[in-house]
Structure formats: structure tokens, C-alpha cells
């Protein structure tokens, strides 16, 4: 009953106060108005009618607090209520945008909010709205210079539409400036001073540029100006245009001399069509050739019987027209090298060979055989190679037959002529693993009988390698032991891990001169190690103990060596037992030797009696002989009884060391100082125990001197 007694204005006032106020009271009745149904819809709905009939101002004061709240929500609500269509649609289509600002400043430009629209595009940094913005509200310099700091993407556009505005409101001069910064001028322009000419040849004259320059030439020849589209013709270097306005007059030389000058494609083909249409035939090929129309040239050079431009035109084309050319000249039956060429460069292999071998061109088949890979048809591979089998061109044939993946056939002809297996065949012949050529066992069947082939050639590093690409290491380190690459052989032996070869690997080291290079006997105990092979390394060792005897008279050295082979056989599996106590015992009998020989030298400077006693009763031992050497034994005493002064006693020993030793030599175990003073003492000649060649050595001696005491007198 309020509303009957109070007018419509001021009950709208009421509810703007009401709703500023309290907001959450108008978000309320908002959704009452939307949401209650039954008797209160209805008494709300006549409420609507009657009262707010006049109420949009209402809602659009709510839809402007929207904007400062950013309530979209209830802002769709309002602008229904204000049946503002326009304004619904564009806030269902801002809804696509990321940015809540930018959202709410569409409602704010569909309200008029102008500034809270700006407000909002910038906080937001969407430059490109902010343009559009200015755009739509007719604020161009501001729009300009947003897309020139913020929005160059669209800056072009921005100058274009700018001057589009400025063409409306009749400002030309300004809209030929903003034309010509969007890049659009040279459409643009002519459009907009099409009602005066005189204005638009003054524009192109000052522009310089070849599209306009070209378009007006274009406009003068429509109005028949012949001279004057010439001449801008030349300006835009639009010689196509050139060649077709001087082929309309009848100049057709001076198109002649502009297409040969310029090379221009499509210059020259006009200029052919017109030679053709004149039947000027070598003309016509001569500029067809020139704008890359070659299917127009030989279709002429067909026609007219031009055998030898056809051959060079076809070679220049593509492999439709070499085929074209190739099936004339083999029509004509003349000239059939050409035509196997022309199949042979258009890729129809086949049908060259074909050609060739009923022509029997053995140089062409050459040339196509060479451009033959994988792909090629098998059978056509197998026929050129049977054919270089006959004709004695075996390398060929061997890399026609690679090719067709013939490897076995391949490796047969390689062992029947003898042909070097080089790597690079090798390795064509080589099937991949997960290849379904060959099952695994016939590919390495196959790695296995290329192995073989390198071997008997002589390759053992390729040999190497295909007989550990087959699996069969033991080979493969055969064929890398004959090859005496020691380097390679420890690093295969090393990576290969296994028993045997480790074994083989340090036989092969012992054969070399281990003695002057430690790394070599280092890696032959890590092998022999490694592979168990206990019984070897434990003679290794007693080879070693027998060097250090033999070069080095130590005996020291040589008693740790055979400690460690005495540690090794003792510890190795033994197949014969019986050897192998055998084996032992006779260790264990040269170190008790060496350790008494080794005691009566460190005990003489202590008591030298009893060292002299135990070197005799060690030559008096039966087996000293695989132990000690004699010669060491009786040097030491030689050695002691000359310090001692008793000579009679030394010479006794060097008499029977003679017995045992050649006395060539005995300088090795007595130096000759000391079998000098042996004699002196004795009062023995020296002659007595010195060889011939050792008394023939000295005789020489002595004439040398005798030779140079004469020189030097004659010098005096």
C-alpha cells in the first residue's frame, strides 16, 4: 500500500539510497527477483509491472556499482532487468578474456564509464584493448601512441584505420601520410585520388616506387599511352610488360635485345610464343630454352627434326621430358647411346640396361651400374653382375652383388678370384643383428667365413673383428695373435674376460722380451691369474728366477721368484699328481740350494772359514748343476783365496773349474784382473789358461800398440 502514496521518482530514489548503502541488500532482492517462485514470484513479478516500471535507472545505477565491485555476476543480472541486449552480448563475448579488468571495463564501456574503462585496461596492461578503446572513442593520438610504446603489433593497423577516418572527414593530405605509414599506400592512395590524375602522376613521379610506377603504367597503356607506359614499364623493371608492349607494336627485335639482356623467364616465353606463332622455330627453341619452357623446346626440336638441341634440351629437363626424348630417339633407332643416357639420368634403370644390353654398350652399362644401391630391383642387380663376371670385371661384379644383398655368392667370387676383402666390403657384408635377412645362426655362419677369408689374406685386425662379431672370441684372438699387436692384444684379452684367452694372451707375452719391460711381465702374471692357470704362472716364475741367475747373478731375486712359484703349483689343480709332486720336490730342492749359497755369501764377511766350507760341500752336491751355477761357486772361492794370498789353492780351482766351464768362459763367472793375479802368484804363464782366441786377442793387442809407439817415433 507504500507505493500508491508515494510517486514513482521518488520511489526509485529510495532504492538507489537503499541499495548504495546497504549492498548486500540490492544482491538480496536481485536474487529474489530471479529465484523466488510461487505467490511471492507473482506478487514480486506485479510489483515489477506496476511500481518499477520506470525503475531502469535503478538497475543501471546497481550495474555501475558493479563495475566498481567487479560483480559480473549480478552486472548480467541488471543489464537483463535494463533489457540493455547490446550490452549482455558484449559481456558474454569479454568473458573469453584472461584478465577480470578487462572484463569488468567492457560493462564499463557499455555503461558510458569511459575513465573506468581506461582505468582498468591499464591496470591490466592490455595494451591491445586499450587501443581498440581509443579507436572506438575517437581518441586517435592517444591510440596512436599506445600502439607506438605498447602494441606494435597492431601499430599498422592503427595508422591504416586512422586514416581511413581521416579520408572520411576529408582530410587527405593527413590520410596520405597514415596510409603510407600502415604500408598501404600503394593501393590506398591510387584509390583515394582516383578523380585526380594529375594529383595521383604527381604522387607516383615523387614516390619512386616500382609497384606504383608499375600500376600507373598499367592505367596508361588501358588508355592507350603506349610511349608513356613504356617508360614506366622501364621504371618498375617490369620487363615482362616491355616484351609484351613491344611485341604489340611489331618491335619484336627490341623485345629480343630487352629478354636476352635481362634473362626474364617470363619475357622470354612470350617472346617464343610470338617467334612460334611466326614459325621462327630456332628462335622460338632459343627463348623457350632461356624461360625454362624445355617441353615447349623439344616438343619444336621433335617436330623439326632438331636431333642434336634435343639431346641437351632433354639432359636441362626433368625426367618426364629425358624420357619423352629417350623414347624418340629409340623410335628413330638411331643414336641409341643417347637414349640409354636419357633413361639412365631419368632414374628408369631398367629399361637402360635393357637398352644397353641388346646394344651391348659396355661403357654405359658401367656408368648406370654405378648409380645402382639397395633399392634397385634384385634380378637387375644379378644380371649386371653375371654380366662383369663374363666381361672380367670381378670388383664390379663383387659390388653389384653386395648391393643386391648376395653376400654369399659375393664371398664365393672374393675366394674364387681372389679378391681382397677390404673393410668397407666387409662391412656391407656384415647383417645387422635384428636384420630378418638372415636367422642369428646363419649370420654368424656367415661373420665366420669372412673371418676365414681375412685370415688367409693376411688381415688379421678385420679377421678380429668378424670373429667377434660372430660370438667366437677364441678365434678372434688367434687371428689377433698372429697379427703381433701387443697393445691390442692386452686390451681384447683385458675386455674379453675369459679363461682362455687370458691364457693365450700371456703365452703370446712370454714370448716376447719380458725381461727389459716390466708392464709385459706385470701383465703376464695378471693374466695367468686371471685365468687361473696356476701350473703356468708357477713356471713363469721359475723362468723369471732362472733370468735373474743366468743375467743378474742374483740370487736373492731368484729365491723370492721361486717361492712364488713353489706358493702357485702348490696351490694349482693337478691333472698328473704324480708331476705334479715331482714338480715340487725339485722347487723345493733349488731353493734349499740357493738358500745355502745365498747363506755362505752373507756369513763370509762374518766367518769366512765356514763360508768356504759351504760352497765345497755345495760342489760336492750331484744336482747343483739345476740349481747354481758352477761357475758362481768357484768364482767365490777363486775370489777368497786370491784375498788371502793363496794362490797354489786358487790356481787348483780355476784347473778345475776349467773342467766344468769352456774357458771361453771363464771371464764371465772371474774377471781377468783376477785370473791375472792367480797366474802371478802361482808363478804360472798365463798362456796356460788362456784359449787361443784369447792369446790371439792379446797378440793383436800388443801389435797395436807396438804399431803405434813406431808412429809416434816417426812423428818425432
Not at 201 to 207: D, F, G
Not at 357 to 366: D, N
Not at 586 to 612: C, G, N, W
Request: net charge negative.
Amino acid at each position: 500500500m507504500l507505493g500508491e502514496h508515494i510517486p514513482l521518482a521518488l520511489l526509485a530514489l529510495l532504492l538507489r539510497l537503499v541499495f548504495i548503502t546497504f549492498p548486500a541488500l540490492a544482491d538480496e532482492v536481485q536474487m529474489r527477483v530471479a529465484f523466488q517462485g510461487g505467490e511471492e514470484e507473482e506478487k514480486n513479478r506485479k510489483f515489477s509491472e506496476h511500481e518499477l516500471g520506470a525503475g531502469e535507472a535503478v538497475w543501471e545505477n546497481m550495474a555501475r556499482m558493479c563495475v566498481k565491485t567487479q560483480r559480473l555476476d549480478v552486472a548480467k543480472i541488471c543489464l537483463g532487468n535494463m533489457g540493455h541486449a547490446r550490452g549482455a552480448k558484449a559481456l558474454r563475448e569479454a568473458e573469453q578474456e584472461p584478465e577480470q579488468e578487462a572484463r569488468v571495463a567492457m560493462l564499463a564501456v557499455q555503461l558510458g564509464m569511459l575513465e573506468d574503462a581506461e582505468r582498468l585496461y591499464k591496470a591490466c596492461q592490455r595494451y591491445d584493448l586499450l587501443n581498440k578503446f581509443y579507436q572506438a572513442s575517437n581518441q586517435w593520438q592517444k591510440a596512436i601512441e599506445t600502439a607506438e610504446a605498447h602494441d606494435r603489433v597492431h601499430l599498422r593497423t592503427t595508422y591504416y584505420n586512422y586514416a581511413k577516418h581521416l579520408e572520411a572527414t576529408g582530410e587527405q593530405s593527413l590520410a596520405l601520410a597514415h596510409y603510407e605509414k600502415s604500408d598501404t599506400h600503394r593501393f590506398e592512395v591510387p584509390r583515394m585520388l582516383s578523380e585526380d590524375l594529375q594529383a595521383l602522376e604527381n604522387y607516383v613521379n615523387k614516390m619512386k616506387d616500382k609497384s606504383l610506377w608499375k600500376w600507373w603504367a598499367q592505367y596508361l597503356e588501358s588508355q592507350s599511352d603506349m610511349e608513356s607506359a613504356l617508360k614506366y614499364y622501364a621504371l618498375a623493371q617490369d620487363y615482362f610488360s616491355l616484351v609484351r608492349v613491344h611485341c604489340f607494336q611489331g618491335n619484336i627485335q627490341k623485345a629480343a635485345e630487352i629478354a636476352n639482356e635481362t634473362g626474364n623467364w617470363a619475357a622470354s616465353y612470350h617472346l617464343a610464343r610470338q617467334y612460334e606463332s611466326q614459325n621462327d622455330i630456332k628462335q622460338a627453341v632459343h627463348f623457350y630454352t632461356r624461360a625454362q619452357a624445355f617441353n615447349n623446346a623439344i616438343r619444336l626440336c621433335k617436330e623439326n627434326n632438331l636431333d642434336d638441341q634435343l639431346m641437351n634440351l632433354a639432359l636441362l629437363s626433368s625426367p618426364e621430358d629425358m624420357i619423352e626424348a629417350a623414347c624418340y630417339y629409340e623410335e628413330k633407332g638411331e643414336q641409341m647411346d643417347r637414349a640409354v643416357m636419357l633413361y639412365h639420368k631419368a632414374g628408369h634403370f631398367s629399361k637402360a640396361l635393357e637398352l644397353a644390353f641388346a646394344t651391348q654398350q659396355f661403357g654405359a652399362l658401367q656408368l648406370i651400374a654405378e648409380d645402382l644401391d639397395e633399392k634397385s630391383d634384385p634380378a637387375l642387380l644379378a644380371r649386371c653382375s653375371d654380366f662383369f663376371i663374363e666381361h672380367s670385371q670381378y670388383e664390379k661384379a663383387m659390388e653389384l652383388l653386395l648391393t643386391a644383398k648376395k653376400y654369399h655368392e659375393a664371398l664365393q667370387l672374393c675366394l674364387k678370384q681372389n679378391l681382397t676383402i677390404t673393410e668397407e666390403m666387409a662391412e656391407k657384408m656384415t647383417v645387422a643383428k635384428d636384420s630378418k635377412e638372415l636367422s642369428e645362426e646363419s649370420r654368424r655362419e656367415l661373420l665366420e667365413q669372412i673371418a676365414d677369408c681375412c685370415m688367409r689374406q693376411g688381415n688379421y685386425h678385420l679377421a678380429t673383428k668378424k670373429y667377434t662379431q660372430a660370438g667366437n672370441k677364441l678365434k678372434a684372438m688367434r687371428a689377433l695373435l698372429k697379427s703381433g699387436d701387443t697393445e691390442k692384444i692386452v686390451f681384447f684379452a683385458g675386455v674379453s674376460r675369459q679363461k682362455e684367452i687370458y691364457i693365450m694372451a700371456a703365452n703370446y707375452l712370454q714370448s716376447l722380451d719380458w725381461r727389459k719391460d716390466s708392464e709385459i711381465m706385470k701383465n703376464i702374471i695378471s693374466f695367468y691369474t686371471k685365468g687361473r692357470a696356476l701350473d703356468l704362472l708357477a713356471g713363469f716364475y721359475d723362468a723369471c728366477a732362472q733370468v735373474e741367475i743366468d743375467e743378474y747373478h742374483n740370487y736373492e731375486k731368484a729365491q723370492g721368484a721361486l717361492a712364488e712359484a713353489y706358493k702357485c703349483l702348490s696351490k694349482a689343480k693337478p691333472r698328473n699328481p704324480q708331476e705334479q709332486e715331482s714338480k715340487l720336490a725339485r722347487l723345493q730342492s733349488k731353493m734349499t740350494l740357493i738358500r745355502r749359497f745365498i747363506h755362505a755369501r752373507r756369513v763370509y764377511s762374518e766367518d769366512p772359514k765356514e763360508a768356504v766350507r759351504q760352497c765345497e760341500l755345495l760342489l760336492a752336491e750331484q744336482d747343483l748343476d739345476n740349481a747354481i751355477r758352477h761357475g758362481d761357486v768357484w768364482g767365490f772361492l777363486i775370489e777368497h783365496y786370491v784375498q788371502t794370498q793363496e794362490f797354489h789353492t786358487a790356481y787348483r780351482c780355476l784347473e778345475e773349474m776349467q773342467k766344468r766351464i769352456p774357458a771361453a768362459n771363464l771371464s764371465y763367472y772371474v774377471p781377468q784382473q783376477t785370473i791375472e793375479a792367480v797366474h802371478r802368484g802361482a808363478g804360472v804363464p798365463l798362456s796356460r789358461t788362456l784359449v787361443p782366441e784369447q792369446i790371439h786377442h792379446s797378440g793383436a793387442e800388443n801389435k797395436e800398440v807396438q804399431e803405434e809407439v813406431a808412429d809416434e817415433v816417426e812423428d818425432l
